[in-house]
């Protein structure tokens, strides 16, 4: 399966009318966050491919809508409040898609208190959402997942050294118990086209998504 995954910057290479011609052979399309919800209304319209996606730090304003509608102790959303894009708000949740199992966790490291902000701490309690699903898939299908989907990087692994840019360290803890095939992320912003994109942590790859990127990879490995 080939997968485009995009975060943090809307790209013209996608943004744009060859959109159709270059990803015709992509299956489904993930976002690592702090993207416009419109940039994702565009992709699904044009590839009619589903997208699935994370909020990061930034562009949170939809973000309370898309909680309600996955938190069934919120109260309903207003009539009055339209329902977003075409595209699967994946955060807390294990679903499958073509054959891949995927989960995601958004947000970044607890800096400066602004919304959507965890410490490793409250990134764990996110993650235990996770469990269930995750229990099922291994029970039923003999693995966890494949792909998991964060904003933030993990510790040491493609992050930066400044409060804001730090990954999180029980992400190391998922990747080692769960052996995802990808951990996806963004929130680090790759300006330098020369810098790394890709890592290796035991069993996973550790991506980048800045900008965009294809993977392929095999369901149900």
């Known amino acids: 399966?080939?997968?485009?995954?995009?975060?943090?910057?809307?790209?013209?290479?996608?943004?744009?009318?060859?959109?159709?011609?270059?990803?015709?052979?992509?299956?489904?399309?993930?976002?690592?966050?702090d993207l416009a919800l419109e940039y994702y209304d565009f992709i699904v319209?044009?590839?009619?491919?589903?997208?699935?996606?994370?909020?990061?730090?930034?562009?949170?304003?939809?973000?309370y809508r898309y909680e309600r509608r996955s938190d069934p102790f919120r109260p309903p959303v207003p009539p009055n409040v339209q329902g977003g894009v075409g595209a699967t708000y994946l955060e807390g949740r294990v679903v499958r898609a073509g054959g891949l199992i995927i989960?995601?966790?958004?947000?970044?490291?607890?800096?400066?208190?602004?919304?959507?902000?965890?410490?490793?701490?409250?990134?764990?309690?996110s993650m235990l959402r996770l469990?269930?699903?995750l229990l099922w898939n291994r029970l039923f299908r003999g693995r966890w997942l494949d792909i998991l989907?964060?904003?933030?990087?993990?510790?040491?692994?493609?992050?930066?050294?400044?409060?804001?840019?730090?990954?999180?360290?029980?992400?190391?803890?998922?990747?080692?118990?769960?052996?995802?095939?990808?951990?996806?992320h963004g929130h680090v912003h790759l300006y330098d086209r020369n810098a790394a994109r890709e890592a290796r942590y035991g069993d996973t790859t550790v991506l980048n998504a800045y900008d965009h990127t294809v993977i392929e990879l095999e369901a149900g490995r």
């Open 149 to 184: 989907v964060t904003h933030s990087p993990p510790y040491g692994i493609n992050d930066l050294p400044d409060p804001c840019h730090t990954g999180f360290r029980i992400f190391l803890w998922f990747m080692r118990t769960f052996r995802p095939q990808y951990l996806v």
């Open 45 to 63: 319209s044009s590839l009619n491919k589903p997208l699935f996606f994370v909020f990061g730090n930034h562009h949170l304003d939809n973000r």
């Open 131 to 133: 469990l269930p699903g």
């Open 103 to 125: 989960a995601g966790l958004g947000g970044s490291i607890w800096y400066n208190g602004g919304d959507h902000q965890y410490t490793d701490f409250t990134m764990f309690l």
């Open 1 to 33: 399966m080939k997968v485009l995954c995009i975060a943090d910057h809307i790209d013209p290479f996608i943004y744009s009318a060859g959109i159709k011609s270059r990803f015709k052979d992509v299956d489904i399309v993930l976002s690592a966050g």
